[in-house]
């Protein structure tokens, strides 16, 4: 049913079959949404004029507590991926002895209070409930170019749809802002101004489709402001997500680690993260703790890539 609706909205291509074991949509010539989309004003404004036609959505025929499950699974400790004890033996059965140094300073951090800390940071920002895309990677945004050079964006692979957080998505969008690499690049994060150009366009559309739009606009809950907060609360959701998805990958047969090895090479490429990290969780005053899971984060993917 998401599917069908996306598809009659023009967000994703025109869906031409569907069943329980197959879908056919109309083939789009296009590329995926890279580095120099992002550099480009206009191309940045339909996105997000996009995302928020897709938020705009309402009474979806789905399950309503569809948020909730996928909260549960955020949430989840019961699996020990997030205990520290277990993911330092884990990574200390994959170093060498070259790699002490980096063992050390990982055995120092409490990932599990790390992240602890940004559930806390989610519940405060209360991000509200949208219809959410929930996989807003650059792989699921096709760019369409005609002979004129206009530019027409879809959005595909809507298997993790649901409602959920509306800075779930624009989290995820600013976590690879401008960076090369598909996935995560050493470029940094980008200035509240270069934020601001999405954040507005983004504003506008979803107030022009929503009822008592400029009220809604005018709400303090949806301010400029607010959604700069939950833009990079949520970006440091998104790089905890790559961590778990590493972790998951770290698991996995030496045949099939070799398959991911580019996505690890990607996040060991986040050694300038860093810096990067004052600037966003200072919105909050807490520095101290994200800055040491960013370095869990580059020392962990270090070792993992090392290792395959």
Sequence with gaps: MINTVVSQEGISPKLIYFDKNCQVNEFIKSHTYCYED???????????????????LIDIPIS??????????????TSGLWDSNQIIDLVRTKMNESQLERYVSISTIDVKECRTFLRQLISKIDSPLVFSHNDFNRGNRLVQCDESENKRIYLVDFDYANYFARGQDIGRYFS????????????????????????????KEFAQRTTNGLQWFNDQRNSREKFRSEAKIYAMKAYLDDCLFGLMMFHLQSEEKFLVSSLILSLFREKNRKENVNKICLIFGFEIILIEFLSFFHFFFAIVYDSI
């Excluded at 480009?40 to 705009?56: F, G, I, M, P, Y």
Aim: include cysteine.
């Design 38 to 56: 992002d550099c480009d004003e206009e191309t940045v404004r339909k996105l997000a004029s996009l995302l928020a036609h897709l938020h705009s």
């Design 64 to 77: 309503d507590d569809g948020h909730t499950r996928l909260e549960k699974i955020w949430s989840d400790d």
């Design 176 to 203: 690879n802002y401008r960076h090369k690499d598909d996935m995560f690049g050493d470029e940094g994060f980008p200035t509240d101004q270069q934020m601001d150009l999405f954040i507005e366009e983004y504003r």
